[in-house]
């Protein structure tokens, strides 16, 4: 698809990220669909970061291109590629709007996903090998693309369509991550056209969701309308409770639900505009703003994260250039991790590898930090690797677990008979649980340098007790 299409019009820069692949072999391109001063003027103004997250085809370039006062032609379709990034001003403040794909678009035939060879010459399994490798390219960078915009907004728009459980899951896992973020969700109904259906759609599905409770609210920031004009003007609020008596229990933020139906319907004429409306007040009113260099952010964003989806980290910010409108890296070829995807995060599977479960925390006096995971059976080659880079520590813990073999009873006298069957039927049960983890395993997580201090990254003590390791490290005596 060419920029100057005009299902990209409605933005104003887009870095055409469509594949981890071609940040080495072509880099990322950026398109500017209309005029490139429309950028630069407003690319380093102090701006509010409102990202506009969801799965594919919810209508996320559509609430969007309505924030932007972008009137669309009726039918018309936004494609959106990569990163896509509008910079409105609402009621004189600007505004930095990101966009992206969203979440399980297909993976198809382009001028990014390239084949080594004509794929009518290459033989099947190779071929498949090569479809396999996209498609691990493909949710690598859809989950970097949602990680990012997640990340640096300070507002976020998640929109939904009809709920359905991976929605619902969808959301709860948003609300882990955004912290100190306004949330707003947007239920756009598109295939709704009656407010009638709308109505009934809220009373037995969103007022009964057993993932998040409602209540109903009216909006009292918009001028008063007369009975006849007075359209739909209310909104739902997930309220949270704040444990104060726990300083260390994390504060969930409330989170606003709204409706939006078919835009050219009865439902669409009754709820679109006030939810438009109240949006844009949330957004003009928030008091956080910053600059926002696109190209800047993004390159340290993909130092930082390196370490997470790359068999080996980038090593130098340098590495990365921005010369001639193209991100690009520098440097010898690089391997994606293999890993198992989630709706917003990456579970590394290295190889044969696998991931035992784990936790980490802090000593009561504050003295020492500790890892635990699970592992039954005898373990080897245990190695400890901490990097700390950009105000994280990266721990890395490999090592390789012992299948754990039944005893031979063969010999045993038939007196024992009874003992050796309930011996055999418990090699069996070891034997079973232990098929799927055995062999190579990897541990792969990072800890903000706001949680912990390291006096030193080696292993001060190990230990292991009723199947779970103990790793302990020094903190530093001011970390509290």
Known sequence: ??????????????????????????????????????????????????????????????????????????????????????????????????????????????????????????????????VTELSRDKQMTECLLQKF?????????????????????????????????????????????????????????????????????????????????????????EQFEEDKEDENTQIEHDIVHLIMANDKSEAGDYYNESTIKYLKNQISTFVGIKKFPIEEKLKKFLFNISKEIMEEQIKNINDINTDDNRIKLDGEAFKLKKCLVDELGINNFVGTQYRPKYRYFKSGDGKSFFIQFIMCGSVSDLRVKVDQIEGNYYFTITGKKNLEKPNDNSNKTEENDNSNEKEKEKGKCIDQFNKREEGPFILDFKVSTNQILLSNTKVKSRKKENGIITLEFSLLPNDN
């Not at 102090?46 to 291109?65: C, D, Q, R, T």
């Not at 032609?73 to 930095?96: A, D, H, M, R």
């Not at 709860?172 to 969700?185: A, S």
């Open 1 to 130: 698809m060419s920029s100057n299409d005009n299902s990209t019009k409605i933005y104003d820069i887009i870095i055409n990220i469509n594949a981890m692949k071609s940040l080495l072999d072509k880099g990322w391109q950026e398109e500017f669909p209309n005029d490139k001063s429309i950028y630069e003027e407003k690319k380093d103004k102090e701006s509010v970061i409102v990202s506009v997250i969801g799965n594919a085809n919810k209508g996320k370039s559509f609430i969007l291109a309505k924030l932007s006062d972008v009137d669309l032609p009726s039918g018309f379709e936004i494609q959106t590629k990569g990163l896509s990034v509008k910079y409105p001003t609402i009621e004189n403040k600007n505004i930095i709007l990101l966009d992206t794909a969203g979440f399980q678009t297909p993976l198809v035939e382009n001028d990014v996903y390239i084949l080594s060879e004509d794929k009518d010459t290459l033989q099947e399994e190779k071929y498949l090998n090569e």
């Open 149 to 237: 915009v997640l990340t640096q907004a300070n507002i976020l728009i998640c929109v939904v369509g009809e709920l359905t459980y991976s929605e619902q899951k969808f959301l709860n896992k948003i609300k882990k991550d955004i912290q100190d973020k306004r949330l707003f969700v947007v239920h756009n109904l598109q295939n709704f056209t009656k407010k009638e259906q709308v109505v009934n759609y809220i009373k037995d599905i969103l007022m009964i969701s057993l993932t998040f409770k409602l209540k109903e609210y009216v909006m009292i920031n918009f001028e008063n309308q007369n009975e006849n004009e007075k359209k739909n003007n209310l909104y739902y609020l």
